[in-house]
Every structure is written in structure tokens, then in C-alpha cells.
């Protein structure tokens, strides 16, 4: 294809030809400035149009093959499109090329505009799609941030411990072991919740955990499994939910943490548990002997 001589150029003429013989590019732009000079009057003189920037720079492409030579020429013009016509109508003239007779038939007369126009679409749609996909979040995307956002909000402080807001109002409370915890059980929904908050357990605890139903959630971990001895020793438990054994209540799912939640046991169920898990051990040893 030529390369455009100007950024106004608006159409691109394409036209066949074919020679007897063995031709050259030089012979074929000379056939084409010769044999149209004077046809078309000064105006559409092909040199002169050059000159001034309305035709480009003629191209050709070619190729020989059993001493014929065959190929397309390209024109590019910012004239209108009657006069483009007439230009290329001109071609068709051409009888000789060089020393060799020859024939030029129009193959056509481009809108490069339209094709501009085409590859501007296509662009846009490809930049487009690129933005929906990469740009703009889904909106159950912008819907989970926003809760996320609020729910998180609503942390707030009870005797300097990280709580829910539902924490005065809610007869049963859930005693967690770090504001993270908190966070995360409010992500999921849970307001009445209260992180202990350190390794010491705060006298404001053991207060709530005696006017209040209440479950202690706890890692699932040796650190948890302490948290849960102390507990005990000096607070009123009511239910113990353990996290999934090596996680952290901060990394469960909102179905892990309604899972754990539902599967809680009673303290009383608790206490018994050494002594059921020793018994099973001692009838299962008793059987193998």
C-alpha cells in the first residue's frame, strides 16, 4: 500500500496493470506522468496536483514471471471524489510502459477516511472492553466493599476493648482474642462481639461474661487452648467454639465462622471432654489386649 504523503489525504487509488515484457518502477510512474500529461487540463495536471500536496506519492508493487510483469499501483489524493475519479478513469489510457505494451485497469478508489473510521471503532471497542474488564470494578464488588466499609465502621471501643455495636444491647455476647477477630465477625454480620484484646483478661470481661449468655471463640491453637483454661478459672463461660485447628478466627470465611459458631459446646460439655477422650483411650487399649 503507499504511504500517504499527508494526513489530508482522502482517498487511495488501486489500480491493476500488466506488461509483455520486463518493466521497472521508474518506467511504469513515467508511463503514468507522460501519457496523462495535458488530459485532464492544467488543473488535474498530475505533476502540478503533486507539487501542491493534492496527489501523494505514486507506489508501485510488482512482480515478473515468464518475461510479463505484473503488479498494482497505489495513488493517495485529497482531491474530491469526482476529481479522484477522473484521475484514476485517466489511467485506464495507458497503453505502453517502457518499451513494452501494457494495460492499467482501476481495481478501485479507497475511502481511507471510512477505513480510518473502522480501525478508530475497532480501537474503541478493544479500549472499552479493556476498561470494563480492568477499570470498572462489578458492582457485587463496589456492593461488598461498601458493607465491608460500613460494617467495619461500626467497631467501637467498650471499657477500651474492641467491641460491636451490639454489645450493650444483646443478651448473649461472643468473647474473642484480638480486635482482628473483631473485624472480621463484623464483616460477616456479627455484632455482638468483643475482643479481649490482650494476654491479661481484662476485669471488664469477667463482668460482661457474668450479666450476659456467653460464647468464647477462640483460635485453633495451643494459645487458644489457653485463652480457654484462663477463661474459665475466672469468668463465667457459657459456650466454647474453637476455630478449625491451625487457623485463626481473622482468616475463617463467613461459612467456616457460622460453621464453628453452630458447633459450639457447652462448658459443661467441655470439662467432660478430657475425661470422655481418657476413657475411649483406656476401652480402646483394653480391646487391643
Known amino acids: 500500500m503507499a504511504k500517504l504523503a499527508q494526513s489530508t489525504i482522502k482517498y487511495l487509488i488501486e489500480a491493476e496493470f500488466s506488461a ?46 515468464n518475461g510479463t510483469t505484473i503488479g498494482k499501483i497505489f495513488v493517495p489524493s485529497s482531491l474530491d471524489i469526482s ?39 475497532s480501537r474503541a471497542k478493544d479500549i472499552l472492553q479493556k476498561l470494563m474488564e480492568e477499570e470498572i470494578p462489578a458492582t457485587s464488588i463496589l456492593i461488598d466493599t461498601i458493607r465491608d466499609t460500613v460494617k467495619t465502621a461500626q467497631i467501637q471501643e467498650y471499657n477500651g476493648l474492641p467491641a460491636g455495636p451490639a454489645i450493650d444491647e444483646s443478651d448473649e455476647v ?12 463484623l464483616k460477616n454480620g456479627i455484632r455482638n462481639v468483643i475482643a479481649i ?31 480457654i483454661k484462663e477463661m474459665m478459672q475466672i469468668a463465667e463461660l457459657d459456650f466454647i467454639s474453637k476455630a478449625p485447628s491451625g487457623k485463626e478466627v481473622e482468616e475463617l470465611s463467613k461459612k467456616e465462622i457460622f460453621k464453628a459458631l453452630r458447633e459450639k459446646i457447652s462448658i459443661e460439655q467441655y470439662k467432660t471432654e478430657p475425661k470422655t ?13
Open 83 to 121: 476529481e479522484t475519479s477522473l484521475i484514476a478513469a485517466s489511467f485506464e489510457i495507458i497503453e505502453r510502459i517502457g518499451p513494452c505494451a501494457a494495460s492499467v485497469k482501476i481495481d478501485s478508489v479507497k475511502d481511507v477516511r471510512a477505513i480510518k473510521r473502522e480501525f478508530v471503532i
Open 174 to 185: 461472643i468473647v474473642v482474642e484480638g480486635r482482628a477477630d473483631v473485624l472480621t465477625l
Open 20 to 65: 509483455d515484457g520486463i518493466i521497472e518502477k521508474p518506467d511504469i510512474i513515467g508511463a503514468i506522468f507522460g501519457q496523462t500529461e495535458g488530459l485532464l487540463g492544467q488543473d488535474l495536471d498530475l505533476r502540478e496536483l503533486q507539487r501542491t500536496g493534492r496527489i501523494g506519492r505514486i507506489d508501485v508493487d510488482l512482480k515478473t514471471d
Open 197 to 227: 484484646g490482650g494476654a491479661v483478661i481484662p476485669k471488664a470481661i469477667t463482668s460482661l461474661t457474668k450479666e450476659k449468655l456467653t460464647t468464647l471463640f477462640v483460635d485453633g491453637d495451643r494459645g487458644g487452648e489457653l485463652i
Open 277 to 289: 477422650k481418657e476413657l475411649k483411650e483406656f476401652i480402646a487399649s483394653e480391646t487391643n489386649q
